[in-house]
């Protein structure tokens, strides 16, 4: 699942779960920074 959150940061990994608020719980995440040059 991609997630992009309205700084620009992205986070790329599985998901394991999700309740009816919305809140999400991924495993194995990469987060890229907004202009794309930083993974961790």
């Not at 790329?12 to 608020?21: E, V």
Request: a negative charge.
């Amino acid at each position: 699942m991609l997630v992009e959150l309205k700084n620009g940061e992205t986070y790329n990994g599985n998901l394991m779960s999700c309740d009816n608020f919305m809140n999400i719980h991924l495993r194995d995440v990469i987060c890229t920074s907004r202009d794309g040059d930083r993974f961790w």
